[in-house]
């Protein structure tokens, strides 16, 4: 027995706060794959992948359909293929990219994560391929998703891998540089990467786990700036810490529903169930948007004074109430402030409130760092490596996942405009200040040490 | 022993609860379930008892009658069916293996709208288990809403309803929104 205040809130979230399953990502473990005949590899990736994926999406619609919650994506996460493929050579590992992403379409799934490679000590044979590939693999393929790992707590940050990623980056700009470097939008570098995150780009399956399992990342950005709204419009000298407990209780409930509905795809499924990822991730659609936040919380735009304590507090709040709600909660847990895809964060930039330095400071308190960050195309190597670099740095002494996604745009300049459509949204290319292409730092490579923190045992 | 259902109408006011309660413990008779709800200030008030052998519908329905005389209510008395013996339909309750939804229509006010939802719901045998209905009128589409929670049984064409359902709101431009409880109860009942 429901009252009328129940039920009208919950379809408010539903239908005009944007409340909804972002993604349900099965982790497909292919470790029993390995080969060192490419073909059989190929043949009993695509036999693995398609058994437990045939039913994936059929069965997330009917489960959504049956709560009245979209599933918006469906995708799949598998090992990393650095080591699961560490045989092959990077033209092999192109083709491997290549069965990856038609095995996508065929289970009618929009993304794959797992073109991974994990380097924050070393890289290995497997993933020195992987990173030779990454440029064709993700200019050739549309649903294949990659990451590499540079940098943990407890190993330091493996600076040669960092500079060999920036300049996969620009490679892989360059080769789909008539849609404005679009294969980088498929590309992570991360800090701690977590393994059971379903959020794409940066999706993998660890090691480490079942065969099988369902992990679930849902959103609520609409939902969590309108219970702000709310609340202050009913009582307007509400004090921050009472603001931070409604954002921890309405995170609550966006859990709960995507548990909910992660255990039943999962139960239907007969696959196991892993954790559910509560961040609050944005879509370039109004009322979808971390940065409308901010102006709820009565700043004029992200990136203002205040930006970062605002942030901070919603992060807290969101992982707080996540934690209460479920004993399963993984993945990233907090905001995401990708700057393309949130309308809201990509005007912010463009009326010159959000400089690339304020991001950065950002990302110290939030769940990943700079992404969706388009950047002038003839940015070099090196600056390239030095804005992952500080990135990663935030990750490692923070003792926390950071990550970027930068994309450096062929052809254009700071100021110029961007579109990648779709969930990828559109923005202006930022400014990278005091890039003099002199500084040599990233060059001396080797690793920067763990920082004294690490040593816990 | 058979169980009776006592059903109370009136104009609500404070004490109604304490009077029915009253008399039926002076009459020995046990409440085991009660319900209430108040609707636009009528009082409508529900009693599931045991009794004890010796009394009979008609002695209790003659005291409580006298008991509540010059407050103004109106008291019937009833056995309680039970639920093995199934609804006069044919309709076989099933709490085990059925599926609760809730059917929420948003829109205009306009003569009607129950019946034509409640008759695509009866037509596939499916029973509704709760009605709420805030009609404010006007226009105002926010202000007129329906709520009906349904019981689905495993043979129910499920698919079959929901597509008539959504169809019949089309047609009369409301918003419809078909909802497993779960959802309602993740989310509110924390």
């Given amino acids: 027995m429901f009252n009328s205040h129940e039920i009208l809130s919950t379809i408010e979230m539903v239908k005009n706060e944007h409340l909804d399953v972002r993604a349900v990502t099965l982790g497909i473990n292919l470790f029993d794959c390995v080969s060192h005949d490419l073909e059989v590899f190929k043949k009993k990736i695509r036999a693995k992948i398609i058994k437990n994926a045939s039913e994936l999406v059929t069965v997330c619609d009917a489960v959504g359909e049956k709560y009245g919650i979209s599933v918006v994506n469906k995708r799949i996460s598998i090992s990393p293929i650095g080591l699961v493929a560490a045989p092959f050579s990077a033209p092999e590992m192109v083709e491997i990219a290549h069965t990856l992403n038609d095995i996508a379409r065929e289970v009618n799934i929009d993304f794959m994560g797992g073109f991974t490679a994990l380097v924050e000590k070393g890289i290995a044979s497997g993933d020195r391929a992987l990173i030779d590939a990454l440029p064709q693999a993700l200019a050739e393929t549309q649903r294949l998703c990659a990451s590499v790992n540079v940098a943990t707590t407890r190993s330091g940050i493996n600076m040669d891998a960092v500079l060999d990623i920036s300049r996969a980056i620009k490679k892989a700009a360059l080769l789909t540089a008539d849609e404005d470097g679009l294969a980088c939008a498929k590309l992570c570098v991360f800090a701690n990467i977590p393994q059971d995150m379903p959020f794409m780009a940066g999706a993998y399956l660890g090691v480490g786990v079942s065969d099988a399992v369902i992990n679930v990342g849902v959103s609520g950005p609409g939902v969590v700036k309108k219970a702000i709204e709310r609340a202050l419009e009913k009582n307007p000298k509400l004090r921050l810490g009472q603001i931070a407990e409604i954002i921890k209780n309405t995170a609550c409930k966006v859990t709960r529903v995507g548990e909910l509905i992660g255990r039943e795809v999962a139960q239907t499924l007969n696959i196991k169930f892993g954790v559910v990822d509560l961040s609050l991730a944005p879509t370039p659609t109004v009322g979808d948007s971390i940065g409308e936040i901010f102006q709820a919380l009565g700043l004029t735009s992200i990136g203002v004074p205040g930006s970062t304590a605002a942030l901070a507090m919603l992060n807290d709040a969101v992982k707080k109430g996540g934690a209460f709600a479920s004993s399963h909660v993984g993945g990233l847990s907090g905001a995401f402030i990708p700057v393309s895809e949130d309308l809201n964060i990509a005007e912010a930039a463009d009326k010159g409130y959000l400089s690339i330095e304020k991001l950065e400071a950002m990302t110290c308190v939030c769940s990943v760092g700079l992404d969706m960050v388009p950047v002038p195309g003839d940015i070099s190597e090196e600056t390239l490596a030095g804005i992952i670099a500080d990135e990663m740095a935030i990750g490692m002494i923070n003792n926390k996942t950071t990550a970027t996604r930068l994309i450096p745009v062929p052809g254009k300049k700071a100021g110029d405009k961007v579109y990648f459509g779709g969930l990828l949204g559109e923005a202006r290319i930022m400014d990278v200040p005091h890039a003099t292409n002199k500084d040599c730092f990233v060059r001396y490579g080797g690793r920067i040490p763990a920082p004294i923190h690490s040593m816990k045992n | ?190």
């Fill in chain 2, 1 to 190: 022993m058979d169980k009776l259902i006592i059903t109370v109408l009136g104009k609500d006011k404070p004490g109604i609860v304490a009077s029915v309660a009253k008399s039926l413990y002076q009459m020995d008779c046990n409440i085991q379930n009660v319900n209430q709800m108040i609707l636009q200030n009528e009082f409508a008030g529900f009693f599931v008892i045991d009794h004890p052998p010796e009394l009979d519908m008609e002695k209790i329905t003659s005291r409580l009658t006298k008991d509540l005389e010059g407050k103004k209510l109106q008291v019937y008395i009833d056995e309680l069916a039970s639920p093995a013996n199934g609804l006069s339909n044919g309709y076989e309750i099933d709490s085990g293996s059925e599926e609760t939804f809730l059917i929420t229509t948003i829109g205009p006010d306009q003569k009607g709208l129950v019946a034509k939802f409640t008759e695509i719901i009866a037509e596939f045998n499916v029973n509704i288990t709760n009605l709420k209905a805030v009609f404010k009128g006007g226009d105002e589409p926010s202000a007129n809403i329906m709520n009906y929670q349904v019981a689905i049984l495993p043979d129910t064409d499920q698919a079959g309803l929901f597509k008539r359902l959504r169809a019949k709101a089309a047609e009369l431009g409301l918003d419809i929104s078909i909802q497993h409880k779960n959802i309602f109860e993740t989310i509110n009942k924390i």
